[in-house]
């Protein structure tokens, strides 16, 4: 394999997770140890700051700040939502990174942006334009096919899961019989993170909280929940719900949403825990209900994000790099879960139009027959995926983040019209 | 001074905070230290408990759950909302004190638990029955009067600041002038944890997050919020608001209030994040509004605990023993803070009734005149508030929490009706 010289452009796109800048990390120190890498930019939002040649020049911002983006939320390079759809597009990404020199895209996303790595990566190669094009997975949906797991999902579990024992404590002290306390977890069409609330619990607690998960694979059906909660209000004295925000009845109706839709179609949810609170006041006479919706919290929490998750993320931005300079293309990082009982990852390849146009769902007999709690298979893969804590520096009692100067690469196109 | 012999009795009254079993740490970790002191009694869920003689024995709890106390969220003993009314009540509480031989009394708990606390000692005192009375201080609302601050404020801001600059990140990432995020902050009546978010801002950074606060103490101006909403998402392409949920318009009426009350006559609210969004999105078109509401989660998040304030709980509650070894009664602790400018924090005593009645306001000046963020004053108040972190020790990923055997103390009255 002869050696590519060349610059990187790293983009990230969609929803920010806690840890998508560890990623940004990894690419960035692992990039630094190749001599056939030269600049290192970094794209403004996503595809939209690439096609306004909007780029940023990462070699030339301080260790310490590059350091810090481990333990970051949010996208500290901007991030879109933008899908690219006319050729002229593609073509003008094309233009972009011919203008600069740019061998090495490594873009962090989940499926849409997998997808649009993908046809970027096609272009080039009917362009005969040498371009090695790796994505790097994102998303607290954990919903991308192939990899174990997805960087990004740990932590809004892990944040999930804490607060759900935290506002357990709280409920416990105030319950008499009549509180029914409701967390509405994201999780647009799967209930990854909505099930992941089970690692509150306790080992061999079963009746420890959460009390109900309901989930977007289980239709809701009023009656049973609420004669579930009726039975833990009468155990317990109060009941904790983690709902997710799809969750959808028999007919496949949302229990809640609004008539918007984002960039990509994809109904805009939220409500479903006011929802559900409504349902139980209307059902159950003299309860009081009180509903917590963390919304956006779930997934910047960076002061409690999971260090495995953390780690991961770093390393698959370094694995991107690596698998880039020994010639691969067109492919994904996965992370790979050992065989053996003791929790090992490594990372591994996929060819980017499997993940584009794969989903991975949440198995259906890792939910306990009751419908609203999970069993062991589903709490073996995901306890250790919320593992260890960072150690994130505070100033003034505040967690202080990255702030990257970027510089501007100069701009050599004519503009274009987004 | 003739020391008085006999047991104690520790209570903690109203909506818990990630702080106030501290405060119940400090009383047993204090009385111990005393001989005059026999058995050290916990009643469960405040008042109600006491009533019916739910008593437990502390002394017999092992030290590491009494330790375990300082980082965990809730009350430990359960609390209530019940209102003593009748003359009859307060009768019993003095039988259960008698059959128990309760010379110590120490209630943990806001305005109306200090009240009724007030009202059992002056009881006694018409009875000549010899009982000590000292009220600890606890609310995340801090409008307890006298004392500088409660025990409970500083975690709550410390978790709303923390919160404010990890989404702000999300924010920042996706905004392209068209973002609104709202993060909905608990405070029935006064704006002190709204007003705490301005602690997200970096020293000198007046254009940081949250660009706009708004409080109860200012009327809500509908036009004049869409105004400085239109300027941040100009300058910032994204804006980020607090909002109280206790905030009004020009004529006192809620933004969002349902209709139902407490038991101590108080509207419960919540939603006012919501009624902005939609005011909002109705007023700037082709807005996108994000509204995050945390909840109970502001007031259980232990984890992210301010070590000032949890340290300070738990020095309450050492205050009170000593000062009711000392003779004193009918007191609560108050917090007092050093002259310097270097924060120091001592405790004193001020009187039961005038703790009950009285009310601290948020001090208009130290909003600025915008009306919508905080000026130095309030600042220089609240930033020694959240200072440090407290280490939980964590299992498998999540924190863990105190758990107390509850030992029941033999009940030697006839039942009670409550």
Redesign the interface.
């Known amino acids: 394999m002869a050696e590519l010289q060349g610059n990187v452009l790293v983009g990230?796109s969609g929803?920010?997770t806690s840890v998508i800048n560890a990623s940004v990390a990894g690419i960035v120190a692992e990039a630094l140890n190749h001599e056939c890498i030269e600049e290192i930019y970094g794209g403004l939002?996503g595809v939209?700051g690439i096609l306004q040649e909007d780029l940023i020049d990462l070699a030339s911002e301080s260790q310490q700040q590059i350091r810090a983006l481990r333990h970051?939320?949010?996208?500290?390079?901007?991030?879109?939502?933008y899908k690219l759809k006319k050729q002229q597009d593609f073509e003008r990404v094309l233009e972009v990174f011919k203008a600069h020199n740019i061998r090495y895209f490594f873009y962090i996303g989940g499926n849409d942006s997998q997808d649009t790595a993908d046809k970027i990566s096609k272009l080039a190669q009917e362009q005969n334009y040498e371009l090695r094009v790796i994505g790097v997975p994102k998303t607290i949906d954990n919903d991308l096919p192939v990899t174990d797991h997805c960087p990004g999902y740990g932590s809004a579990v892990?944040y999930l899961?804490?607060?759900v024992?935290?506002?357990?404590?709280?409920?416990?002290?105030?319950g008499?019989g009549d509180l029914v306390?409701i967390v509405e977890a994201m999780g647009r069409s799967a209930g990854w993170i909505a099930a992941g609330a089970a690692?509150?619990k306790r080992?061999d607690h079963p009746h420890d909280p959460p009390h109900i998960i309901l989930l977007p694979e289980v239709a809701f059906n009023q009656e049973k929940v609420l004669e579930e909660v009726r039975r833990v209000l009468k155990r317990e004295k109060y009941c904790l719900i983690v709902v997710a925000e799809g969750l959808v009845d028999a007919d496949g109706n949302y229990l809640a949403a609004d008539a918007s839709t984002d960039a990509f179609g994809h109904a805009r949810l939220?409500g479903a825990g006011d929802a559900l609170g409504e349902i139980i006041e209307a059902g159950i006479p003299g309860v009081k209900v009180?509903?917590?919706?963390?919304?956006?919290?779930q997934?910047?929490?960076?002061?409690?994000a999971?260090k495995a998750d953390s780690d991961e993320a770093f390393l698959a931005g370094q694995a991107a790099v690596r698998a880039a300079i020994n010639g691969e293309t067109d492919k994904m990082v996965t992370l790979l879960r050992g065989e053996s009982d003791h929790y090992t990852c490594e990372t591994g390849l996929a060819p980017l139009g499997e993940i584009a146009n794969g989903i991975k769902k949440l198995p259906l007999d890792w939910i306990n027959e009751d419908g609203v709690s999970m069993n062991f298979q589903f709490l073996r893969y995901v306890?250790p995926l919320?593992?260890?804590?960072n150690t994130l520096p505070?100033d003034?009692?505040?967690?202080v983040?990255a702030r990257l100067e970027k510089h501007r690469a100069d701009k050599t196109l004519p503009a274009y019209e987004v």
Chains 1, 2 share one sequence.
């Open positions: 990230q929803g920010p939002n939209l970051t939320p949010g996208a500290a390079l901007g991030t879109c939502r892990k899961a804490t607060t024992r935290e506002i357990a404590c709280d409920n416990e002290a105030m008499q306390s690692l509150a080992k939220g009180r509903v917590a919706r963390p919304g956006l919290i997934r910047s929490a960076a002061h409690l999971s306890q919320i593992q260890g804590e505070y003034n009692g505040v967690p983040f």
